[in-house]
């Protein structure tokens, strides 16, 4: 991967002009968040993250969609666990970077997507963003914003968007917290932090991340593995999980009975 040069994969696009890093998820029309591109964004972000010359990592979807969210297809009993592994090991990277994370966001940005947006420094959005956690509606649920949301807008909100499964417009998002500023265009206010962050040290900011999440790192590497325990060994085997996923796949109304 070179300094100049944009690299094209097969889900996402990851272009280096330092100060800053551009992932961009590639994968249309919704940008759904898939094993194969858990995999080039680990893969990425391991490669950026050593590149001394990077101060910033930016995420971005397309005009259509930052992304609706991890494939529900991955979630059937077999699958999930190295669905979840794949899957939180990217959001690990992106806690754990010593490099400023940026989400630019537009139109849909659910479930995983909402996840990866969640756990950057800094979210800038559009004002026509929708967001949300909607996997309640299949009986599942989300397991890093069920660790993560409550600091970020409060447990009354995270409750209620976690556990309904109601979505927020971007202004709403910004109200709550979830985005730092909206703008018709995000990447003006993306160019604008990528300025400021390119005349600070990198180091200065590494160790920065490093002490601001230094105690909630603990929790959230503690809950989520929690998180993940009872999504695989409890959640998994309940006969409404397996119907919610049916029932998306097959594209009908799910029938719960409680088990």
Not at 98 to 103: E, R, S, Y
Not at 155 to 178: C, F, M, N
């Amino acid at each position: 991967m070179s300094t100049s040069a944009q690299s094209a994969l097969n889900r996402i696009t990851v272009a280096l002009k330092p100060p800053a890093a551009r992932i961009v998820l590639n994968n249309p029309p919704l940008n759904v968040i898939d094993v194969p591109m858990m995999d080039e964004l680990r893969a990425a972000l391991e490669q950026v993250d050593a590149r001394p010359e990077i101060s910033a990592i930016v995420f971005a979807g397309s005009e259509q969609a930052f992304s609706s969210g991890v494939d529900i297809a991955a979630h059937v009993p077999d699958r999930v666990r190295d669905m979840l592994t794949a899957f939180h090991s990217v959001i690990r990277w992106v806690v754990d970077s010593n490099k400023v994370t940026i989400a630019s966001v537009r139109r849909h940005c659910l479930g995983g997507g909402a996840e990866l947006a969640l756990m950057c420094d800094v979210v800038y959005a559009s004002p026509d963003s929708v967001w949300g956690f909607p996997e309640i509606k299949l009986a599942c649920y989300a397991p890093v914003a069920s660790v993560a949301l409550s600091a970020v807008v409060g447990q009354k909100l995270a409750a209620e968007l976690l556990l309904t499964g109601r979505t927020l417009s971007g202004q709403e998002a910004l109200d709550a917290g979830l985005v730092n500023a909206l703008a018709e265009d995000p990447e003006v206010l993306v160019a604008e932090c990528v300025q400021r962050v390119s005349q600070l040290s990198p180091a200065a900011l590494a160790l920065a991340k490093k002490a601001f999440y230094g105690w909630h790192a603990l929790h959230f590497d503690k809950g989520l593995a929690r998180a993940e325990q009872i999504y695989h060994d409890e959640l998994m085997r309940t006969a409404d999980a397996q119907e919610g996923i049916a029932a998306f796949v097959e594209r009908r109304r799910p029938k719960w009975t409680g088990k």
